[in-house]
């Protein structure tokens, strides 16, 4: 007896299956867990966002609504009484985006304080919103558990999501530091990414989990652990380095 061959329309539902996992998997490698122990903490974080098209600060605050319009200035070494909020900020530039972080005792993970909240459009999707919107600081799944969507694929127009973004208020080494969220980038190097924030190369890697700098994945986010505390300050070096070539942190 021969041997049906499975219909065309079959071999497409597979592929579009496959191509649903993929996306799926790609998009939850780039997770970020940052290890937060320490009991009741809150402190100051900060990620250093991508955007996607060219922008304003006051844009990009109504976004994230973290801080208030002098501290993400000041975070991006920006003088913060004599910058307009419409200041335009290039596609492509990378802005540090500082935001107030507490840890679970629970999880034992770090997070945002419950901010940013993001209202959902007609044409988002949980999926979009992490990699798109949020530039892949968070999975959809991170989105869906922090906000209570038991099923990801079920959210509504004008629907309160919250951010959950990666950070910690852990020592590190004894020492209090600032947990930047950096996502990696092609050209980056586990040594190069340690000398640009002045830490040492052993420590990212240890508290990232890396063994071999060799496995490190363009668009993963590490846990820079930044030495001291006051970043307003410090990050004005850091901004600029991480601008594009054509982009100015004072345009």
């Known amino acids: 007896m021969r041997r049906r061959s499975p219909p065309a329309w079959s071999y497409r539902r597979i592929h579009i299956l496959f191509l ?16 937060c122990t320490t009991v009741q903490a809150a402190c100051q974080s900060a990620i250093g966002y991508t955007t996607r098209n060219a922008t304003t600060y006051a844009e990009l605050l ?8 002098a501290e993400l200035l000041r975070a991006n070494g920006l003088p913060p009484t004599a910058m ?15 935001f107030r972080c507490l840890c679970n005792v629970a999880t034992r993970v770090g997070r945002s304080d419950y901010r940013p909240i ?8 949980l999926d979009a919103i992490a990699r798109k919107v949020f530039d ?17 694929n079920k959210i509504f127009v004008g629907q309160e999501l919250w951010i959950p973004l990666p950070c910690s208020c852990d020592q590190v080494d004894g020492h209090n530091v600032t947990h930047f969220a950096y996502k990696v980038r092609a050209v980056d190097t586990t040594s190069a990414i340690a000398a640009k924030f002045g830490v040492l190369e052993s420590t990212l890697m240890r508290i990232n989990g890396i ?13 820079v652990p930044i030495p001291g505390m006051n970043f307003s300050l410090y990050f004005f070096s850091i901004t600029r380095k991480m601008l594009p070539a054509n982009a100015s942190p004072n345009t």
Not at 87 to 96: S, Y
Not at 118 to 125: A, E, K
Not at 136 to 152: K, L, R
């Open 211 to 223: 063994t071999d700098p060799k496995n490190l994945v363009q668009g993963q986010i590490l846990d």
């Open 136 to 152: 892949g600081f968070v999975t959809y799944q991170e989105i869906a558990d922090a906000s209570n969507i038991p099923d990801p």
């Open 20 to 35: 649903l996992l993929l996306a799926t998997s790609s998009s939850s490698a780039s997770a970020a867990n940052f290890t």
């Open 62 to 69: 109504s976004l994230f609504n973290t801080s208030t319009l």
């Open 84 to 98: 307009p909020p419409d200041t335009a900020i290039p596609a492509a530039a990378t802005v540090t985006v500082p």
């Open 118 to 125: 993001y209202l959902v459009g007609s044409q988002d999707g």
